[in-house]
């Protein structure tokens, strides 16, 4: 089983530069970084599982940015959106940066998405919360469209455009895997076993019986649950917990390191670099 890394990157954190090759050079597999374009300053909607928001989440740099100069600066390591928000972001722009970084990384990006919760967040780019999921999928739609078709053209409720041109191509054939982030149900499963790659549980806790349910919501739509990588997420890992998901045919592990300074997140992943081992790495697209 890989096991990669991922960290809420800000401007006060260690440099994304240091940080892809440390976690490179310590046989880590992948480094992912989350999204947020802003944090509307009036606090209406509470963060997932409650407390105070962090500062970090209003210092976070674009996420693309970062992983392109990752990309730069590292050989093997995978680079991933962990999760880009993509119903807040026009798709044809998004298609363009993401098909660009993975163009420049060879082929290496994956694109975490999420469907989001913070609602001033989105209210600010024009996104009504109760639409966030049939955007993201359309998003998603209109995006492997531009991926794959030399003349792309999109007709849908929040996407339209007509025939146009858009390179570069991404250097995988159908553009780079897309895993949905979020806590396991019914509208998540549903979701992943239609369109996704793959499933991103936040944290892993009860992923025995999620896969149990994802494989159902596949088998329902008519889809081999093989096709679908699952890959714990944000994971504080133990002996443990990595056996428990490796048994239960995890192909990756994310790990995650405090978003913090330079000493103390090299100090974090010397500790995990214990864990380290050879596996099979994510399923990758020809």
Known sequence: ????????LTDQSID?????????????????????THIPTSRATPQPGGGDLGPEYSRSPDPWVSLAVAAVVTEQLRLGSGVALVAQHHPINLAKVVASVDAIS?????????????????ADHGVDYTTRRARVREHIEAMRVLWTEDEAQYHGEFVDFDPCWSWPS???????PVLIGGGGGPRLFAEVAAWAD????????????GIENLQMACDAVGRNPDEVSIVPFGTLPTE???AHYD???VVETVLRVPSAGRDEVL????????????????DQKN
């Open 16 to 36: 994304i530069r240091e940080l892809a090759v440390a976690v490179e050079d310590r046989g880590f597999s992948s480094l992912w970084v989350p999204e947020h």
């Open 240 to 242: 443990g917990k990595l």
């Open 247 to 249: 048994s239960l045919g």
């Open 198 to 209: 793959g499933w991103l549980p936040i944290g892993g806790a009860g992923l025995r019986s």
């Open 106 to 122: 060879g082929g290496r990006t994956l694109v975490g998405v999420g469907f989001g919760w913070n609602r001033e967040e989105m």
């Open 1 to 8: 089983m890989d096991l990669g890394i991922t960290i809420h």
């Open 267 to 282: 100090s974090v992943l010397d500790e995990y670099t214990r864990f380290v081992g050879n596996g099979s790495h994510l």
């Open 170 to 176: 991404p250097s995988r054939r159908g553009g780079p």
